[in-house]
C-alpha cells in the first residue's frame, strides 16, 4: 500500500499551484486595490462637491467660467480652494510650474504640467493620456489627492501621481462642472458638477468614453469624454 507522495508529484503539485497562483493573484490584487480606490474617490468626491457648493454659496454671483468660454475661471479656482484643505499647488504664473517635468523633486505627486499637452497617464486602454482641458492647476490635497482644473472639468487622482497605476477609470477619475445654453452663442446658467457618464456629461453617441467603464470604449483622445475610462467616473460613485 503507497504510504506517501513521491518527489516527484510533490514537484508536479508545487508546479500547478504555482501556476494557478501567478494566473490569479494579480486579479485578486487588483480587485484589493480597486475597492480601496473607489473608497478614495467616493470620499474625495464628496469633498470637492461640497466645496463647490459653498464656494457658490459665499460667493454669490461668482462665474465658474471665464465668459462665454470653456476654461474655468481662476477667480473661482481661487474661491474653491479656500474651501477644501490644500496641501501644495503648481501651476500657471504666478505660482510655480509643476517642474517634476524637469526632474525637479518639488512636484512628484503631480502627473500633468501647464503648457503641456502631455500629461503621466494613461487611458483605461493603456493609451496616453492627453492634457488638452485640465492642465491649468495642479494641486494636491491633504487627504493625498491630486487635482487638476481645466476646461470645464475637473480631474481627480485619488493617490496622486506617486503612487500607481495612474490610469483613468481605476484611480483616475473626471468630474465635469456642467451649464446650460439657451443656444449655442448665448450662456444662461451653470448647474453645478457632475462625474463623467452621468446624464449630461457627455453630447453624443461619439463620445463614448462617458457612456460606460470599458477598456474597449473610447481612446485616449485629447477629449475627455471620449477617453476609455472616462464612464467609470459614475459607475463607481453610485456602486
Known amino acids: 500500500m503507497k504510504k506517501g507522495f513521491t518527489l516527484a508529484e510533490v514537484l508536479v503539485t508545487l508546479g500547478i499551484i504555482g501556476v494557478v497562483s501567478a494566473m490569479t493573484l494579480p486579479s485578486i490584487i487588483n480587485a484589493i486595490q480597486d475597492k480601496t ?11 470637492l462637491n461640497n466645496a463647490f457648493n459653498l464656494t457658490k454659496e459665499k460667493n454669490p454671483g461668482i462665474r465658474v467660467f471665464i465668459g462665454g468660454q470653456n476654461a474655468i475661471d481662476q477667480e473661482f479656482i481661487d474661491a474653491f480652494l479656500e474651501n477644501v484643505q490644500v496641501a501644495d499647488s503648481c501651476g500657471f504664473s504666478p505660482l510655480p ?7 525637479s523633486k518639488k512636484f512628484t505627486w503631480s502627473g500633468v504640467a501647464p503648457n503641456s499637452s502631455a500629461t503621466k497617464y494613461a487611458t483605461l486602454n493603456g493609451e496616453a493620456m492627453l492634457s488638452y482641458g485640465f492642465n491649468s492647476r495642479s494641486v494636491l490635497l491633504n487627504n493625498g489627492a491630486s487635482i487638476y482644473f481645466g476646461y470645464h472639468m475637473i480631474l481627480v487622482d485619488v493617490n496622486n501621481y506617486n503612487g500607481k497605476p495612474n490610469i483613468l477609470g481605476r484611480d483616475v477619475f473626471a468630474i465635469s462642472l456642467l451649464r446650460t445654453w439657451y443656444n449655442r452663442d448665448m450662456f444662461i446658467e451653470e448647474i453645478g458638477m457632475k462625474p463623467f457618464g452621468a446624464q449630461n456629461t457627455y453630447n453624443s453617441k461619439t463620445e463614448l468614453g462617458s457612456t460606460d ?17 472616462a464612464g467609470c467616473s459614475y459607475k463607481y460613485l453610485i456602486e
Request: aromatic share 18%; with cysteine; proline share 6%.
Open 213 to 229: 467603464c470599458d477598456k474597449n470604449i473610447g481612446s485616449g483622445n485629447s477629449w475627455v469624454p471620449r477617453m476609455a475610462g
Open 97 to 103: 510650474p509643476c517642474t517634476i517635468w524637469y526632474n
Open 37 to 47: 480606490f473607489h473608497a478614495k474617490w467616493k470620499s474625495t468626491y464628496s469633498i
